[in-house]
């Protein structure tokens, strides 16, 4: 039965703790309520928006229209052929809870995953990432549903055109389709990655013991939760630009004149920058003004102490126009901002 609120606040459903108000808000348990949600935007003439766990959003306005929050719930094991197990988990899930689950059941490979933040259907729109693993590498499919048609599509790899941090869900297929259900690949048999610097330091610190794929979790969970702010304590919507990438000719004029620069080649032609240090270098590391700042432990953490969105983006502003002056680097700011 579709429950559609009037005027409900938004801040308990964004980790950034901005005030914004959904003209309408409705949360949808199963493929029949998004249908029914749907229907209902589509005869009142309704922009619809969707939300997940909020932890990737900048809510810099109130929202016209219908919110609607995905909460389609459900994981099953769907086939297993020798090492292979293959697993659908509706939109809804919490992707913590998720990586947790698989681990216990012995599915593997989400394990450098562990502990970000969110719902399980906003995972491909970004192609989360973290310590050398991204989703795309565990991803078999997805189903979506068309907001404006109703249509039901099944997506493979490469129609999600997966990038850094990146898919055809931030491009051409933005705001089109509400993600349901994915279905990721995983494996009985630990395959573990373990080459992410900070991750192989920790591992190095610890007396000799038998690594398996639960603790790699553990320790990327107590690596995170050493360095980034916990939002429900210190609102932030974890790393707030992405890190630019740039030709190798535009890398090697900076280190020339930056020794220390900060960069991952991904390529012969492509070099990644760590936006964190642009910023850090930029003397920006811990400046707090107007009731926001920048994390005083991550430079790519912006938080909210009770400041305003104007206030946010203001900072925004100044910290790109310093990086630019400094460095000659755009920053692009890495959640999506609804204005
Ligand atoms: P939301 O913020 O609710 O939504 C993000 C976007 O996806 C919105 O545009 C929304 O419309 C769209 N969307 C949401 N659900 C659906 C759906 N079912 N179908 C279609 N579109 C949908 N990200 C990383 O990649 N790696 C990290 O290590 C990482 N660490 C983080 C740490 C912290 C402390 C925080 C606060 C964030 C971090 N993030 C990280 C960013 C964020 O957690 C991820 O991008 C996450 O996948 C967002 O999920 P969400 O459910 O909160 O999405
Ligand atoms: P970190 O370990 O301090 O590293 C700083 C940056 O250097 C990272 O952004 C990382 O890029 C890059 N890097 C480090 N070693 C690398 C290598 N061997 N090859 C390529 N790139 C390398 O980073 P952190 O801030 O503590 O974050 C740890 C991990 O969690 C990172 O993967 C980061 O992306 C992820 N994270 C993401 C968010 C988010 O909101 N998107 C928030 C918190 C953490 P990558 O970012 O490409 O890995």
């Known amino acids: 039965m579709l429950n559609v609120q009037e005027q409900v606040s938004l801040k308990p459903y964004n980790t950034l703790a901005l005030p914004s108000l959904a003209e ?152 089109q389709f509400a993600i349901t259900a994915i279905t990721l690949e995983l494996s009985s048999k630990p395959d573990l990655h373990i080459e992410y610097p900070a991750l192989q330091q920790a591992i190095d610190a610890l007396p000799e013991a038998e690594l398996t794929p639960k603790r790699v979790s553990d320790i990327v969970c107590d690596i995170r939760r050493g360095k980034l702010p916990d939002p429900d304590v210190i609102p932030n919507a974890g790393s707030f630009f992405k890190n630019p990438i740039v030709s190798s000719e535009v890398a090697a004029k900076l280190k020339h004149h930056y020794p220390k620069l900060v960069s991952y080649s991904l390529d012969e032609n492509r070099v990644k920058l760590a936006a964190g240090w642009l910023i850090d270098q930029a003397g920006w590391k811990g400046f707090e003004r107007d009731g926001v700042g920048v994390y005083n432990q991550q430079s790519l953490v912006l938080i909210n102490m009770g400041g305003s969105c104007d ?29």
């Open 311 to 339: 206030a946010l983006m203001s900072l925004v502003v100044d910290i790109q126009s310093s990086v630019m002056s400094k460095f000659g680097i755009t920053l692009d700011i890495e959640p999506r901002v609804y204005r």
């Open 24 to 175: 309408y808000f409705c949360r949808v348990n199963s493929d029949e309520g998004l249908s029914e949600a749907l229907a209902w935007a589509g005869n009142h003439r309704y922009p619809v928006t969707l939300l997940g766990g909020g932890s990737n959003v900048v809510l810099a306005g109130n929202l016209s229209g219908l919110v609607v929050q995905m909460a389609i719930p459900g994981v099953e094991l769907i086939s297993e052929k020798h090492h292979l197990r293959r697993i659908r988990v509706g939109a809804g899930e919490n992707w913590h809870q998720l990586v947790v689950h698989a681990l216990n059941q012995g599915w593997f490979g989400l394990e450098n995953l562990s502990l970000i933040p969110g719902l399980v259907g906003a995972a491909p729109v970004q192609n989360i990432g973290a310590y050398g693993v991204e989703l795309s590498e565990r991803f078999h499919s997805l189903e979506a549903v068309h907001l404006n048609t109703g249509e039901r599509h099944v997506m493979s790899r490469s129609d999600c055109k997966f990038a850094y941090r990146d898919s055809f869900f931030k491009g051409q297929g933005r705001d």
